[in-house]
């Protein structure tokens, strides 16, 4: 381990009078004494109770089928949609769109948060430009995207690319503008130059912020997809919902809700194992059961 490393990640505490005293034993973080199975078990507990009692209420007829059908039934529709291969081919659609928006919109506006990050004169360049439209709700701009790119796969991507932009641009930005300038300071101190700086610290420093951003910005990608998908979509799980609701399939309604939950926790878990992985250095997340 280096010696900034080792002065960056190993400070020595002060006693009242000033004095440097030796570190004790850490403290247990919160949760400690749960292993991470346990902390995931945990974690499943209340999805799993909510659809028992669903279940429970749809059985003994508390609730209405058209209302909102048994988890039974929507399982058993998916049975039958998967089999027929509708609903593999919608999936695929929709991710893949996600997928390609994320790629297009996460790398622009990872290069512009990096750009503004380590610029004032690009801050002030292009900074207000994107937080006027970051403002812009999807659904005002739907009909100029349109008009654009038509309702073809262009305007779905472009929306999701959208989406996806402005939490990894700022938390981008916000990382980079982060970091502490005592380790700045230190770096220098032991002759790093610009690009070393650039390598070993600030992008290292910025990183938390960074995945943080990419977290958000896969939750947006799935909202701006649904508004797109109802729009003209000849496939995807969106069209999906859309055709049921023409004739009135809730349970094939409430199968794209759960399919767009499930893509949701699939993405965030593979954002946290990114995060256990890349930032395994850090006291915060390295040694964490996420």
């Not at 006027?132 to 690319?161: H, N, Q, T, Y």
């Amino acid at each position: 381990m280096s010696t900034i490393e080792q002065t960056s990640f190993r400070p020595a505490k002060a006693g009242a009078s000033g004095h440097a005293i030796s570190r004790s034993a850490p403290r247990s973080a919160p949760g400690a004494n749960f292993s991470q199975r346990s902390l995931l078990l945990i974690s499943w507990i209340a999805p799993v109770a909510l659809i028992i009692v669903w279940e429970l209420l749809a059985q003994v007829g508390w609730m209405s089928p058209q209302v909102l059908p048994a988890p039974s039934k929507v399982l058993r529709t998916a049975f039958k949609l998967a089999v027929s291969g509708s609903l593999l081919n919608d999936l695929g659609v929709s991710l893949l769109r996600a997928a390609i928006g994320f790629t297009i919109g996460g790398s622009i506006a990872f290069a512009l948060g990096i750009l503004v990050g380590f610029s004032r004169f690009a801050e002030a360049l292009i900074d207000r430009s994107v937080q006027m439209i970051r403002a812009i709700p999807f659904l005002a701009l739907l009909p100029l995207v349109i008009v654009w790119f038509g309702v073809d796969e262009g305007e779905k991507i472009f929306l999701v690319s959208l989406g996806v932009a402005f939490p990894i641009y700022i938390n981008t930005t916000l990382g980079i503008r982060q970091v502490d300038p005592k380790l700045l300071e230190l770096g220098r101190v032991q002759g790093l130059g610009k690009w070393q700086l650039v390598r070993r610290i600030i992008l290292p420093g910025a990183l938390p912020s960074i995945l943080t951003g990419v977290r958000y910005s896969l939750a947006t990608a799935w909202l701006a997809l649904v508004v797109a998908e109802t729009i003209g979509a000849q496939s995807g799980i969106g069209f999906l919902a859309m055709d049921a609701r023409e004739f009135l399939r809730t349970d094939v309604v409430v199968l794209t809700i759960v399919i767009y939950a499930l893509i949701g926790v699939a993405a965030d878990s593979v954002a946290r194992l990114l995060e256990r992985r890349m930032l395994a250095w850090h006291p915060n997340f390295g040694g964490s059961a996420r």
